[in-house]
């Protein structure tokens, strides 16, 4: 029974919180890249990376206001599988694990999924 | 690359009187052809775009390791010669694989046809006019994307043409016109542009109610008679209408502020000249998704890639000859008095630094729209790949897209259009005052 609720999560660190995302939603955990900051784009949103050879729009989900110079952002980037492909900046990439709900609450892990960050981070709905 | 023959013979199909059926030949015509000459492959679009995605890789590859040669310290230099010209090689190579990709892309712009037709028919129908739509498409061809991108402007452009431009057949017979009203559908391939045309033989756009709406809407100025491109860059000002009732032709008014937009997100514009003659609704837009040759400029730190096509010069602008005027810039260069932007500022990332002497500038030329531009830098032209934003969405209607330059660096494309659409809209400074 836990057996069937245990999922394969990827996850990582955000500041000082460990996030998850299913392993089904990630298509890759990128080494570190500069993200170009998009001008006039919401706060959500850090800007846009090119990879393999794809503009991939990144989502910043850092609680602390952007910096004021708006200095360039960097880090590994957990590029979500989806049609309309996105990103999430993570400041560290922790590890793939297999936990249950149990477990996530114990260690204070906070499980995203692909449909709300798209909500979140663009207003979108899909 | 095998092109699918596709044969669209001038169709000329009579819409008006009702009853009559939407024509349907064009598509069995083509495949007919298609077989009689080559034979062809349905393929997924992902498909294509997943080489495409593996081209740019290697593309990517290839400068990274250009990069990682040049910056070798102590190569000898007849090794680095040989590199750099197996290099080249290389880098045509791909360019050219990519090319041939992207011409798989291509479909046929007479694919459209026979949809506009039965648009026509119906618009035809309800506002009771006879309407005959003809199409002269050739055998044009443009990215699969930007054909289906091309729909909804079309559209809406013949129903505007139907509502707003072919007068009733009464009238058409008083002023010893044929009582039906012609609709063309031209294309034809530019360069690296394709441009389909929407013309009209209705009674052309009535400058002087759209200048009289316009005032009343305060979107142009009172006090003077702007010219004719201003006043015709007010039919693509948002929620702009000349119609005193909605209609279910064209909804609110024309509208033409959406098919702007829809264009200029796939790096195209829109022309529109009018006379008693009628009305020509010019459609720009590049025939692949990629290739775009750019001008890199900088702005605070970061890169934006201006279309070359609209920058008409590089200058060095000297801030002590700019003159200040309700908060804008102006210069006053051979005679014409020209709006000065910072771009910098326009996007939000800085300004020019008012200590500076001479500061780079890129003239922009287009009517209507001639301005200079202050950038922090101006860098190489390059030849980019053009893509969209994707999900990512901004609050300035000039960032339309993103592309690569470098090794991996995302830089943004601007559509200066866009960027002196404000100042367009509330007129050019005095111009005539000298």
């Given at each position: 029974m836990t057996q069937a609720l245990r999922r394969t999560l990827v996850t990582f660190?955000?500041?000082?919180?460990?996030?998850?995302?299913?392993?089904?939603?990630?298509?890759?955990?990128?080494?570190?890249?500069?993200?170009?900051?998009?001008?006039?784009?919401?706060?959500?949103?850090?800007?846009?990376?090119?990879?393999?050879?794809?503009?991939?729009?990144?989502?910043?989900?850092?609680?602390?206001?952007?910096?004021?110079?708006?200095?360039?952002?960097?880090?590994?980037?957990?590029?979500?599988?989806?049609?309309?492909?996105?990103?999430?900046?993570?400041?560290?990439?922790?590890?793939?694990r297999r936990m249950e709900p149990a477990a996530l609450e114990r260690e204070q892990v906070t499980c995203l999924d692909a449909k709300s960050l798209l909500a979140r981070g663009f207003g979108r709905t899909a | 690359?095998?092109?699918?023959?596709?044969?669209?013979?001038?169709?000329?199909?009579?819409?008006?009187?009702?009853?009559?059926?939407?024509?349907?030949?064009?598509?069995?015509?083509?495949?007919?052809?298609?077989?009689?000459?080559?034979?062809?492959?349905?393929?997924?679009?992902?498909?294509?775009?997943?080489?495409?995605?593996?081209?740019?890789?290697?593309?990517?590859?290839?400068?990274?390791?250009?990069?990682?040669i040049a910056s070798s310290p102590a190569a000898d230099r007849m090794q680095r010669t040989a590199l750099a010209q197996i290099l080249r090689r290389l880098d045509s190579t791909i360019r050219s694989l990519q090319e041939d990709v992207l011409d798989v892309r291509l479909v046929a712009v007479g694919t459209l046809v026979p949809k506009l037709q039965r648009i026509a028919w119906s618009a035809a129908r309800e506002a009771g006019k006879s309407v005959r739509l003809a199409a002269d498409v050739r055998d044009v061809e443009v990215d699969k994307e930007i054909v289906d991108a091309l729909v909804a402007p079309l559209a809406h452009l013949v129903r505007n043409a139907i509502d707003h431009g072919i007068e009733e057949e009464r009238e058409r017979r008083r002023l010893g016109k044929d009582p039906v009203g012609t609709i063309r559908i031209d294309a034809?391939?530019?360069?690296?542009?394709?441009?389909?045309?929407?013309?009209?033989?209705?009674?052309?756009?009535?400058?002087?109610?759209?200048?009289?709406?316009?005032?009343?809407?305060?979107?142009?100025?009172?006090?003077?008679?702007p010219v004719d491109a201003e006043i015709l860059e007010v039919l693509f000002a948002p929620g702009f209408t000349t119609r005193e009732t909605v209609s279910t032709l064209s909804g609110r008014g024309v509208g033409l502020d959406a098919v702007r937009e829809t264009i200029q997100r796939w790096g195209g514009i829109i022309e529109v000249e009018t006379g008693a003659k009628g009305t020509r609704m010019r459609l720009r837009v590049p025939t692949t998704r990629a290739i775009l040759s750019g001008l890199l400029v900088r702005a605070g730190r970061e890169t934006y890639v201006l279309p070359l096509a609209v920058v008409a010069q590089v200058i060095k602008v000297r801030l002590a000859d700019v003159e200040h005027r309700n908060g804008e810039g102006s210069l006053r260069r051979g005679g014409?008095?020209?709006?000065?932007?910072?771009?910098?500022?326009?996007?939000?990332?800085?300004?020019?630094?008012?200590?500076?002497?001479?500061?780079?500038?890129?003239?922009?030329?287009?009517?209507?729209?001639?301005?200079?531009?202050?950038?922090?830098?101006?860098?190489?032209?390059?030849?980019?790949?053009?893509?969209?934003?994707?999900?990512?969405?901004s609050s300035i209607p000039a960032i339309v897209g993103t592309t690569e330059v470098g090794s991996g660096?995302?830089?943004?494309?601007?559509?200066?259009?866009?960027?002196?659409?404000?100042?367009?809209?509330w007129g050019a400074p005095e111009e005539k005052t000298a």
């Open positions: 660190w955000i500041e000082t919180k460990l996030f998850a995302l299913d392993v089904l939603d990630v298509q890759e955990v990128t080494p570190v890249l500069e993200v170009t900051p998009l001008p006039g784009a919401p706060r959500s949103v850090a800007g846009v990376v090119t990879w393999r050879g794809a503009s991939v729009p990144v989502l910043d989900l850092r609680e602390h206001d952007a910096s004021p110079d708006s200095s360039r952002v960097r880090g590994p980037i957990v590029v979500l599988r989806r049609p309309e492909r996105f990103g999430v900046l993570v400041d560290r990439a922790d590890g793939i | 690359v095998v092109r699918r023959a596709f044969v669209a013979a001038s169709i000329d199909e009579r819409i008006h009187p009702p009853g009559t059926a939407a024509p349907e030949g064009a598509p069995e015509s083509a495949s007919a052809s298609a077989a009689q000459s080559t034979a062809t492959v349905r393929v997924r679009v992902e498909r294509i775009d997943g080489l495409l995605e593996g081209l740019a890789g290697l593309l990517h590859a290839k400068s990274a390791l250009d990069e990682a034809r391939g530019e360069g690296a542009e394709t441009i389909v045309e929407v013309v009209d033989d209705g009674s052309g756009i009535d400058l002087s109610r759209v200048l009289e709406k316009a005032r009343r809407q305060g979107l142009l100025p009172n006090d003077r008679r014409q008095t020209l709006p000065v932007l910072d771009l910098a500022a326009l996007l939000g990332v800085g300004q020019v630094d008012p200590a500076a002497g001479l500061v780079p500038g890129v003239r922009l030329a287009g009517p209507g729209r001639e301005a200079i531009l202050l950038v922090d830098e101006v860098g190489a032209r390059r030849d980019v790949v053009s893509r969209g934003l994707g999900l990512a969405r660096r995302t830089a943004y494309l601007l559509d200066p259009v866009l960027l002196t659409e404000r100042r367009s809209k």
